[in-house]
């Protein structure tokens, strides 16, 4: 990466909010600013513009995020920091794209909330670790157009439908596991939020947990 003349990483901050998101909620702007601010503080980076954008984030194609990757491909800036990693992407497939342009483009991403910080070495391995979750999920993706051509082809014979676990909740899975966090933990807080299991339901247990994260093990040893 080029540092500016002192050696000092030049950052870019990005913010995101929704059009139905309140401007005082914990996504907020100012409170966004205020996260990103504080790090590049603590860390001696300088600050040299902040990206606002009101839009989606189902997709990166937004005014702000094509700005800040213009600036961070042309050698503008070093990092792309932003507070939170659904303020990026919902998308697991999209922030894996974005992760790999990163590395393409030789500049970095630190995403606060889930510790993805590709100026270390543990960033870089985590960013090979969405990758093969990205990797996870897009085979899922085949499956479901395969279940669903399948139901066309049964001549109106109902098949039922086929649940999945969505690539941005194992990423949060394997994300939290590689944190420390333990199998049962993991499970309580899956299900204090509310998040669907893979048939549907809204009790998480440890052992579904555990079957994911091997799951991914699985998936990266494949890819080694």
């Known amino acids: 990466m080029k540092m500016d003349q002192s050696g000092i990483l030049r950052a870019i901050g990005y913010m995101r909010v929704s059009t139905d998101e309140q401007g005082d909620s914990g996504a907020g702007l100012a409170a966004q600013r205020a ?31 094509t700005r800040a990757l213009g600036l961070l491909d042309a050698r503008q800036a070093d990092v792309l920091i932003a507070a939170k990693v659904d303020r990026i992407s919902r998308s697991t497939l999209d922030f894996a794209t974005l992760l790999d342009r990163a590395q393409r483009s030789r500049w970095a991403l630190n995403v606060l909330d889930i510790g993805a910080d590709l100026t270390t070495p543990a960033g870089e391995m985590f960013a090979q670790i969405v990758a093969v979750i990205a990797q996870y999920e897009r085979r899922l993706i085949g499956q479901r157009t395969r279940d669903a051509l399948a139901i066309r082809k049964a001549a109106g014979v109902q098949l039922g439908t086929v649940f999945r676990i969505p690539g941005e909740v194992v990423f949060r899975i394997a994300a939290d596991y590689a944190a420390g966090a333990g199998l049962t933990a993991i499970a309580r807080n899956l299900t204090a939020e509310g998040i669907p299991t893979a048939r549907g339901g809204t009790e998480w247990r440890a052992s579904t947990v555990q079957a994911v994260i091997r799951r991914v093990a699985e998936n990266t040893a494949d890819h080694e």
């Open 35 to 65: 996260v990103v601010e504080a790090e590049c503080a603590r860390r001696g980076w300088t600050l040299v513009e902040v990206i606002e954008d009101v839009a989606s984030g189902k997709t990166l194609d937004r005014p702000g995020m």
